[in-house]
């Protein structure tokens, strides 16, 4: 690094004090999507690999826990960009004062994301960058130490569970799913089973669905983790030259909770953990064949993102009402509430250090500008479950009053039947009551004093 550089990057560490805004009251009440930056550590495929024949040149800084810096060393009148985020993830080395690990993701982000689940409110999580920038890393991860967000959400989650009060009750469930060359595939679905064609819906009550998707009630972190495990490999997964594990697919976890404890409204919510697939050049992939189709579908996608995301922040300036094109890729279809509906909504952003990928992360961090505009309508999803329950009782008792009223004039004498109707559903309709209906479907279920006839042609009253 030129010396110059290195003293811009020096005097800039000094200067900005370290907050760590989304734990901060102020902007976890904003409505607007945290965006985070990940920055990771040069990987096997820089070093000695075809990603970038060896050449490793650091071109990000962060002077401070929300500020991200880019370098670059072709032009030097080109002075350093600097952007500004919720909140900047130094992964690169340990010996920087901001190194975060996969722990640190899981204290500022897991847990707020499982406290606001716990409360009733829906989230999402998205992991957004160029391929091999360390999307899979922060969102699944490795083994042990190395685990990322998703399992450790998983165990914060059962966490949780444990710690509620007696005579509370939940219940989960969880799916998994992959959108390969723009197809939804179930990724909980038993190996050997058809593969089924799933579709995106929306539902006037219920929201965005997919019917056919396998949603597992679970009853453990163990019995997640094992169905995370089952999912992950079934999902497409390759090497290409900018990244021996390459995901060919964007990946979607949601898990949904209901929780109910004593005399309290039940808190329903969805979360969304999501790894998509990073955008690539098919040059530097060096792709071919079934990889090339695969990027194709990947940068589409990915493009519409970009689109949506564009839309939404234009209107959140203008206030005007946005046109997102939401229905053109399957990936922006399903986080349609995700991106300006219903969820606390959190970008990661992940980026390389490296020089070599210099306009890709700056294409990153551009996006990642836009992302910050846009606003979601996040409410508490609290259901009375003992209204809901006394509502249905009063209905109960007062169709028991009906029927009680009912049988008590047949009871009391023959009713006077002056017409029988047949419908498509093969019901009787007994006109007899002074104006009330009965319906019946078959002779078992006749009322008292009243007797079918005819091969259920007619009814006759005795
Ligand atoms: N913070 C990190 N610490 C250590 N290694 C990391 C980190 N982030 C990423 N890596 C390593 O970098 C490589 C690429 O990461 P990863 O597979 O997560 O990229 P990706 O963004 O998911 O790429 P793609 O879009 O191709 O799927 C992996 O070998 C991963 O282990
Ligand atoms: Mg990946």
Redesign the pocket.
């Known amino acids: 690094m030129p010396p110059s550089a290195l003293s811009k990057l020096q005097s800039a560490v000094t200067q900005v004090k370290q907050v760590n805004v989304l734990k901060s009251t102020q902007v976890e009440d904003s409505p607007a999507i945290k965006v985070c930056v990940?920055?990771?550590?040069f990987?096997?495929?820089e070093v000695e690999g075809q990603r970038s024949g060896g050449e490793c040149k650091l071109c990000i800084d962060m002077p401070s826990e929300t500020q991200v810096r880019i370098l670059n060393f072709d032009d030097p009148d080109d002075d350093s960009r600097a952007f500004e985020f919720d909140r900047c993830?130094w992964?690169?080395s340990k010996d920087h004062p901001f190194f975060?690990?996969?722990e640190t993701l899981q204290t500022e982000l897991g847990e707020i994301m499982l406290e606001h689940a716990m409360n009733g409110f829906n989230n999402c999580i998205f992991?957004y960058?160029?391929?091999?920038?360390?999307?899979?890393?922060?969102?699944?991860?490795?083994k042990d130490e190395?685990r990322g967000l998703l399992p450790r959400v998983v165990e914060g989650l059962f966490d949780h569970f444990a710690k509620l009060p007696q005579g509370a009750t939940y219940k989960t469930l969880v799916a998994f799913m992959e959108i390969y060359n723009e197809q939804i595939r179930d990724l909980l679905a038993p190996a050997d089973s058809e593969i089924k064609k799933l579709e995106v819906k929306q539902h006037p009550v219920l929201g965005t669905i997919i019917p056919g998707l396998t949603e597992a009630a679970v009853a453990s972190c163990e019995e997640v983790l094992n169905l995370v495990d089952y999912g992950t490999q079934m999902r497409h997964?390759s090497a290409?030259a900018?990244?021996?594990?390459?995901?060919?697919s964007h990946c979607i976890f949601t898990f949904k909770t209901s929780l109910t404890e004593p005399d309290q409204p039940s808190k329903v919510s969805q979360t969304h953990l999501v790894?998509?697939?990073?955008?690539?050049r098919a040059g530097r992939?060096k792709a071919t064949g079934d990889r090339l189709k695969e990027g194709a579908a990947?940068n589409q996608s990915l493009s519409t993102l970009a689109r949506v995301i564009s839309e939404l922040a234009k209107s959140a300036k203008t206030k005007k009402k946005p046109n997102p094109p939401f229905r053109e890729s399957k990936l922006t279809y399903i986080l349609k509430e995700s991106l300006c509906g219903n969820s606390k909504t959190v970008m990661m952003a992940?980026i390389s250090p490296n020089f070599t990928d210099y306009d890709e992360t700056l294409s990153t961090l551009k996006f990642s500008q836009s992302v910050k505009q846009v606003q979601t309508k996040a409410v508490q999803n609290a259901v009375n479950m003992s209204s809901v329950e006394a509502q249905l009782r009063a209905e109960l008792n007062a169709l028991k009053s009906q029927l009680q009223a009912i049988q008590a004039r047949l009871m009391r004498g023959a009713p006077k039947l002056r017409d029988v109707q047949w419908t498509d559903l093969d019901l009787v309709r007994l006109w007899s009551f002074g104006g009330e209906s009965f319906w019946i479907q078959s002779q078992r279920w006749l009322p008292p004093g009243v007797q079918m006839v005819g091969a259920y042609q007619r009814a006759v009253a005795f």
């Open positions: 990940r920055v990771r550590p990987i096997k495929e993830y992964s690169h975060a690990t996969q992991a960058g160029q391929t091999g920038s360390g999307k899979s890393y922060s969102v699944l991860g490795g190395e997964v290409t900018m990244n021996a594990t390459s995901s060919r790894d998509l697939a990073g955008s690539e992939t990947i992940a």
